[in-house]
């Protein structure tokens, strides 16, 4: 009796200790796995859909690794089956979220420059570029006045959809506008240079000869006695390019641009800002574009008034006016005399002799050289040929003709 309990308490430990055995042996071979709930990742990152198991113990992946794609906004929920030492499957989820955290880029200019009460887009021309928006927000951040000259700082921001911002900055610059006065200059010019000039700031230098006659081509070209080629085209004659009115080349009645032409206007500005900036010079274009019939007008009522020789000294036939051009115009001064003689000793007629070429201007009208331009000294007259030539002309400060330079006449035929 004694004995068989003996055996029964032996059998019953070593049952217990083989259950405990398995148990042991269950418990260490139990599926141990970290997975994580939530990626973030950017746009077009690389990610394998593998890549939110952290760890995994006594058990494996059954899906293939593979790429997610990337190249969209948003959630996705990533499905992965495992299975555990025993072979038996488990299915995990997790949340993969795709950013986009990439700022837009913008094209743009960062400098514009208009005239005031001109009006422009400012966005024309601005271009966004996003890694993933095709339509990203530009717009413009700063205040600004088109009918107010100034220097604007602004700022281009471009926005997408995810919140990712550029900003740019640029420079709007309104510049002054050249104000072209025609009625105020019949009186003006009224009482003009009858008198000579008894200014004693102007160095007289010799009067030069009159150039030779240009060669004829036959082509409808000429050689001037200088060498360079002109052509004249529908009544209008160039000489290397630079359009000629005076008194031997007039232009057509035809011929109209109707203003100051643009990059003379802008030239222009830029000119009377620097010297405003400079010196304080408040300076403008009084008298810029004439019509052909406008200096008709002008110039018969010079005749009636003083007769035909007096006039031609100082008033251009029509036709023959370099204001018919859009590239000439004549500078006033606030508090100085206006388009006439008592401008030549300002400190703003010396301004402008010592700079204008800067900005593409020539003193068309030089002291001492009527016999060559067939005008007395004009010193408020300026007339736009670019910054080269300008220069070339302008030669150290003692002002070289444009008839000079090219070898050609000034003189009326008729
Ligand atoms: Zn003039």
Not at 148 to 172: C, H, I, M, W
Not at 371 to 382: A, D, N, Q
């Amino acid at each position: 009796m004694k004995k068989k309990l003996i055996i029964g308490c032996i059998a019953t430990l070593l049952l217990a200790g083989v259950v405990f055995g398995c148990y042991k042996f269950y418990d260490s071979k139990e599926l141990d796995i970290d997975i994580t709930k939530k990626i973030v990742v950017s746009l077009n990152d690389k990610v394998y859909n593998t890549d939110g198991v952290k760890s995994i113990k006594n058990g494996k992946i059954v899906d293939k690794k593979e790429v997610i794609n990337t190249d969209k906004v948003g959630v996705k929920k990533i499905i992965l089956n495992v299975e555990d030492f025993f072979k038996r499957n488990k299915t995990y989820t997790y949340e993969l979220e795709i950013k986009d955290t990439k700022a837009p880029k913008i094209e743009f200019k960062d400098k514009i420059s208009i005239t005031e009460g001109e009006k422009i887009d400012l966005l024309e021309g601005v271009k966004a570029t996003d890694n993933y928006d095709k339509d990203v927000v530009v717009k413009v951040v700063g205040e600004y006045d088109f009918n107010k000259p100034g220097e604007y700082k602004l700022q281009y921001v471009a926005r997408d959809s995810s919140k990712n911002e550029t900003k740019e900055d640029f420079l709007l610059t309104v510049k002054k506008k050249v104000v072209v006065v025609e009625k105020k200059e019949e009186i003006k010019e009224v009482k003009p240079v009858e008198k000579k000039e008894s200014n004693t700031n102007v160095e007289k230098k010799e009067e030069a000869p009159q150039a030779a006659p240009a060669v004829v081509n036959g082509d409808g070209t000429f050689t001037t006695s200088k060498g360079f080629q002109g052509v004249t085209k529908n009544g209008i004659t160039y000489i290397d390019g630079v359009l000629i009115a005076n008194k031997t080349y007039s232009l057509p009645s035809s011929y109209a641009p109707g203003g100051l032409l643009g990059d003379v206007s802008n030239a222009a500005n830029n000119m009377f800002a620097a010297a405003k900036a400079e010196t304080g010079y408040n300076m403008w274009a009084q008298s810029g574009y004439r019509s052909y019939s406008t200096q008709q007008r002008l110039y018969n009522n010079y005749v009636n008034r003083s007769g035909k020789a007096a006039a031609d000294t100082y008033s251009a036939r029509p036709g023959h006016s370099e204001h018919q051009t859009g590239l000439a115009f004549d500078v006033c001064a606030t508090g100085r005399p206006c388009i006439n003689s008592g401008f030549d000793s300002t400190p703003e007629a010396q301004w402008l002799s010592a700079n204008a070429y800067k900005y593409g201007f020539i003193l068309r009208y030089p002291p001492g050289s009527s016999r060559e331009t067939g005008y007395k000294y004009e010193s408020w007259h300026f007339r736009y040929v670019g910054v080269d030539l300008a220069t070339k002309l302008y030669n150290g400060g003692n002002w070289i003709t444009l008839e000079n330079y090219f070898g050609i006449t000034s003189e009326y035929n008729y």
